[in-house]
């Protein structure tokens, strides 16, 4: 079996269900870009944090789940779906890792060691493809957990990226107005 297939050479490409969108419509645009942001979260592992690393590998399952919500215009229970366990998981670790950290006083800069500065990079494209998944819902039906799901992981990522840098010695920088 070879790797490409040439369907997509006219511009179009199929969904879950084989119909054919345009591959600039606003559906491959969210679920490209949760595959843009689940490619940049394997770029982070190893972060030197076993914790970090297995949730983020967690996480990186649940953007495949996302990724089949999103590209399903018309899901049968069976199909892969976002759920509330989803959200769910990740607060309870954005709560526990929240507590190894200081409170936090004011907005932070994005960057520190490589591990911290990777995981705020990866957050800001989880905010695109939040804003993706939003817009999509607009003129479409989606599954709403996807937009809570990959609204708590912009907030996991910030406060992953947060203890990362603690725990590697980089200390957090405040914007200067």
Do not use: C
């Amino acid at each position: 079996m070879t790797i490409y297939t040439g369907r997509g050479d006219d511009g179009e490409t199929d969904l879950r269900d084989m119909s054919r969108v345009s591959k600039t419509s606003s559906r491959i645009e969210a679920y490209g870009t949760v595959d843009e942001a689940n490619a940049l979260l394997g770029t982070v592992r190893p972060t030197g944090h076993a914790d970090l690393d297995d949730l983020l590998e967690t996480v990186q399952n649940h953007l495949h789940v996302v990724q089949a919500d999103l590209a399903n215009p018309d899901p049968s229970p069976d199909d892969p779906a976002v759920e509330p366990e989803h959200v769910e998981t990740l607060e309870a670790r954005i709560d526990e890792f929240d507590e190894e950290l200081e409170p936090l006083r004011s907005f932070v800069l994005p960057g520190g060691g490589r591990a911290g500065a990777a995981l705020h990079h990866a957050r800001t494209v989880v905010r695109r493809a939040e804003r993706r998944a939003v817009d999509l819902a607009r003129s479409e039906p989606i599954n709403e957990a996807v937009v809570t799901y990959l609204n708590r992981l912009s907030d996991l990522l910030f406060t992953l990226g947060r203890v990362a840098n603690a725990r590697d010695g980089e200390p957090e920088e405040s914007p200067s107005y």
